[in-house]
């Protein structure tokens, strides 16, 4: 399943962090339940 998972994902573009969506990430952070272990991951949320 992994390696099907990394076929689709494979031709996905990366997008840039930039300051936007960093302020996203921890206006998210903050109004979420996350734990803060998962701060990064709200980057990709």
Do not use: C, G, W
């Amino acid at each position: 399943m992994v390696n099907k998972r990394l076929e689709v994902l494979k031709n996905f573009p990366l997008l840039d962090i930039t300051e936007p969506v960093e302020n996203l990430a921890q206006q998210f952070q903050q109004q979420s339940n996350l734990p803060p272990s998962a701060a990064y991951d709200t980057v990709h949320l």
